[in-house]
């Protein structure tokens, strides 16, 4: 279970047969089903990726799809975006707290989205002074990256209610 | 009592809706499973939607203009799975041509499509379509807002008026004393507006300056006034004591009723609800949430009523005296009212944030208090001061925002209902010096106003007494109103006697719907036998006992005792027989003797020592300075893990049941130790149902049956013996315990 260091340059990553990963280390040896996972997807959003194999053993961890050949690149985030969906929010449209309950209507980079959160204080996880994630009632989660970014408006309504 | 939760999905009706087919008539291409999926993989994975519909011959996918993307017909499908992702699922169909994803969704919708899935593989498979197809609430019906819970009731259309009667309810017991308190302050008010009227009397008559009177003419008169003053004063603190004394007993024991009700209702609610919160969250609303509600009902309502008849009093003896001038000098009122609102919303939320502030530094505190083990071991202190310091300056400087805020809002009041008193000095001199008012007159609607406009800056704070007493109360009623465990079913069977049959048929279940961790479990055991489950951790052997308890219930499938559906069994009946040893037992701050006798209360002293003598813990608990009166510390503290376990193997004995669940500790103790607890669990377990997640040799020896659970599916059932021949999963598990544990002396 040791981590034989494989060249990123020298991963092939590549979709066989269709809708599973597949990777091979030129002329060594192929892995028919991988994961990739993201190691610190909240704190460091695409570094260090993981590649595990079907036991969910790791294959290679590299530093970032950068290290990977163009078309392996293409791939690895093709692979990201289907694994990880966080919206992030852009813009919050509107807040209404009633007993305890709030009601957001969001713009996100995912798209505009209505949701509930239960208790705002417990379904609210800090990363950073700034850096917010908020799980709604389904457990759906909508992360505020920088809240000091957002617009005005939007400010003011998220501390109304933080 | 408390009204009744609207709209509860009834359990049959569930079951009704279950979708099938045996139906002849479907046609092929009648839909037979539709679901819309919230994301979309175009255009880099966004909100979007997709029509998935299932019929009995393809799976299609439409867009939101109803245009086909994808047609997957049956009869190529070989299975079909939701792939969990992060944030979401995806629904997965494995063709010929390998996996074709057919939509992506969050976890909103995660759970129907799993079972939708599980639809397309009865249908590929030919077999007829089975599935729990329950068509949910989203949206509120009335106000059409996403609602908290499906099918749940929706926050913001219940009427205040109704949480308002139904917190009021809880004064009904006590209709006796709530009215002495609304007489009694109904007297006070009239009480004190009694004494400006004798201010005036004794300004116009006794003191005035155009009609001087002698000390001998005046004094009499002069000690009449003042002694009815005396008498006005002594009635209202008088009646100001009786008030108080009767608020007292209600404020006491209002909130003991909800405290109790709470208490009651959560103790009754089913696991789900405790895991998904936690434990601070929930017993803040046995505390917290109860006292905003008792302090509604002890400080705001009598506070509301007082003002307002304060008000009404002075308005009208206002009049009486001088209608010009009480108008003028009660203008400021709606300014001030007005006024105390607009300062009142940003004071609340500055509020709010130091609520919030202080119950991040009580986590933070709290946390490194019970762990300073850790912090010592890991020399953290520094750093676990600079976290404190944090939080800690959070809270002081929150605190300063919103005590200065304070300072300002009660100065500017205090600026604002100084205006009635110069309107009145003005206009009232005024109409002094033209002669339509006496002095004493004025004097006397001086002293009114100031009555008023004191408690009229408190006015605002109602409000916010009011939507937090709202607040609380919802979150209490929740728990309330939340569906208990089938508890006291009245058709439920109660079985007196039960022998120690289980039979697991066909059972599925998942913590969360979308991924069972439990998948076809069938399982038939006889009274008396010992099975031993085995599995690595994750492979679903505490779920499978956990369903054996009812602390969840099983998706699909049937779970039997003695041949009755566990579902059919009356609960309490059901836990009776049962036992459990678990992996930490978890004691009660209590004594030794108190802690075996847990579950079975009246236990006579020599049966709870026959007990612990079964358990071979009788010598180290009468070798303790207090015996069995030893306290054992929160959470059995006090004792150490050997002897705690045997005090949990002991409680076991005693409580006799006739299934016992024995989840095996991992941690090692010393050979003697190891000695006694295993001789203490063989008495255990004799003659009982013993389902054991076993760690020990000497436990999987002594199964009748070892059952081996891989991935929520029994993989191998059989004897130690046979199984080890097998060389099968168990073998390889036993191959790897042994590289990997340390040896531990083994009673063979």
């Known amino acids: ?162 | 009592m408390p009204l009744a939760q609207n709209e509860r999905v009834d359990e049959d009706a569930s079951l009704a809706a279950t979708t099938r087919t045996d139906r002849v008539n479907a046609s092929d291409g009648e839909v037979l499973i539709r679901e819309t999926a919230d994301l979309v993989s175009e255009e880099g994975h966004r909100f979007g939607s997709r029509e998935v519909c299932v019929s009995r011959t393809k799976v299609s996918v439409r867009d939101e203009h109803g245009v086909e993307l994808l047609s997957v017909p049956i009869a190529d499908i070989k299975t079909a799975r939701t792939e969990p992702l992060v944030g979401g699922a995806r629904l997965e169909l494995t063709t010929t041509d390998g996996i074709v994803p057919v939509a992506e969704f969050t976890a909103s919708v995660a759970a129907r499509f799993s079972e939708m899935a599980r639809g397309i593989e009865q249908l590929a498979k030919g077999e007829p379509l089975n599935i729990k197809w329950k068509q949910e609430r989203t949206r509120c019906a009335q106000c059409d807002r996403l609602l908290p819970e499906k099918d749940g009731r929706c926050p913001a259309c219940v009427k205040r008026a109704a949480v308002l009667r139904r917190i009021l309810s809880y004064m009904g017991p006590y209709r006796k004393e709530a009215l002495i308190v609304g007489v009694t302050t109904l007297l006070g008010t009239m009480a004190s507006l009694a004494m400006p009227w004798f201010t005036k009397l004794i300004a116009d008559e006794v003191l005035n300056a155009d009609r001087p009177l002698t000390s001998a003419q005046g004094m009499p008169l002069l000690l009449l006034y003042v002694g009815g003053m005396f008498l006005s004063l002594a009635l209202s603190s008088g009646l100001q004591m009786i008030k108080g004394w009767y608020v007292a007993f209600l404020s006491g024991n209002i909130a003991k009723d909800l405290r109790a009700h709470v208490y009651s209702s959560l103790e009754r609610l089913q696991l789900t609800f405790f895991d998904k919160k936690q434990v601070g969250a929930i017993t803040s609303r046995v505390t917290q949430d109860t006292d905003r509600i008792w302090g509604f009902l002890v400080e705001g309502v009598p506070y509301l009523v007082t003002a307002t008849l304060m008000l009404l009093g002075t308005a009208v003896f206002g009049f009486f005296l001088n209608w010009k001038l009480t108008l003028a000098a009660l203008a400021p009122v709606p300014v001030v009212g007005v006024a105390a609102v607009f300062f009142w919303k940003p004071m609340s939320i500055l509020f709010h944030k130091v609520g919030q502030k202080w119950g991040r530094f009580h986590t933070h505190l709290n946390e490194s208090v019970t762990g300073i083990r850790m912090v010592k071991a890991f020399a953290q202190e520094e750093g676990e001061f600079a976290k404190f310091h944090k939080r800690n300056s959070e809270l002081a400087d929150s605190g300063v925002a919103a005590d200065r805020r304070w300072y300002l809002f009660s100065g500017g009041m205090m600026f604002f209902t100084g205006w009635g008193t110069l309107i009145a000095w003005i206009y009232g001199g005024h109409l002094v010096m033209v002669g339509e008012m006496t002095f004493g007159s004025l004097l006397a609607a001086q002293q009114l106003l100031w009555q008023v406009y004191g408690p009229l800056q408190w006015f605002a704070q109602v409000n916010q007494w009011f939507s937090r007493a709202m607040a609380g109360a919802e979150r209490i009623f929740e728990v309330i109103d939340q569906q208990p465990e089938g508890y006291d079913r009245p058709e439920a069977v109660h079985l007196p006697e039960m022998r120690g049959d289980v039979t697991f048929e066909n059972v599925r279940f998942g913590y969360d719907k979308s991924n069972p961790v439990l998948k076809d479990i069938n399982l038939d055991v006889k009274a008396g036998e010992m099975i031993g489950l085995v599995g690595k951790s994750g492979a679903g052997k505490s779920t499978t006992v956990s369903l054996l308890c009812r602390f969840y219930e099983a998706d699909a499938g049937v779970l039997k005792v003695d041949g009755v559906d566990i579902k059919d069994l009356s609960l309490q009946a059901l836990r009776r027989h049962i036992g459990i040893v678990p992996q930490e037992p978890f004691l009660f701050n209590g004594t030794v003797a108190e802690n075996i006798a847990y579950g079975k209360p009246g236990a006579t002293a020599e049966e709870i020592m026959t007990a612990a003598r079964a358990a071979c813990a009788h010598d180290f608990i009468t070798a303790k300075p207090d015996g069995y009166d030893t306290q054992v510390g929160e959470k059995g503290s006090k004792l150490s893990g050997g002897e705690r376990q045997r005090v949990a193997i002991a409680r076991a004995i005693l409580h006799n049941p006739k299934i016992l669940i024995l989840d095996e500790a991992t941690s090692s103790v010393d050979v003697d130790t190891e000695k006694k607890i295993q001789l203490a669990t063989a008495r255990l377990v004799a003659g009982r149902t013993t389902f054991a997640i076993a760690h020990r040799l000497s436990t999987l020896r002594n199964a009748s049956r070892l059952v081996v659970l891989e991935k929520g599916q029994i993989v191998e059932v059989g004897t130690h013996a046979e199984l080890m021949e097998k060389e099968g999963e168990f073998f390889k598990l036993v191959q790897t315990q042994q590289q990997t544990s340390q040896a531990i002396a083994v009673v063979g």
């Open chain 1, 1 to 162: 279970m040791e981590l034989q260091p494989i060249a990123p340059a020298s991963i092939r990553l590549f979709y066989e047969p269709q809708g599973t990963l597949r990777l091979t280390v030129a002329d060594d040896r192929s892995y028919p089903v991988v994961k990739l996972y993201q190691a610190w997807p909240l704190s460091m959003p695409g570094r260090y990726l993981s590649f595990q194999d079907a036991k969910g053993d790791e294959i290679t961890l590299i530093e970032s799809a950068a290290e990977l050949t163009a078309e392996a690149r293409e791939v690895a985030e093709e692979e990201l975006k289907r694994r990880y969906f966080t919206a992030r929010v852009e813009a919050v449209v509107d807040i209404r707290t009633e007993f305890g309950v709030s009601y957001w209507r969001v713009r996100t980079d995912k798209g505009e989205r209505d949701f509930v959160v239960q208790s705002l204080s417990e379904s609210c996880i800090w990363l950073g002074e700034h850096h917010i994630l908020i799980v709604d009632v389904d457990g759906n989660r909508f992360e505020i990256a920088d809240r000091m970014a957002l617009d005005t408006a939007s400010r003011e309504r998220l501390d109304c209610v933080l």
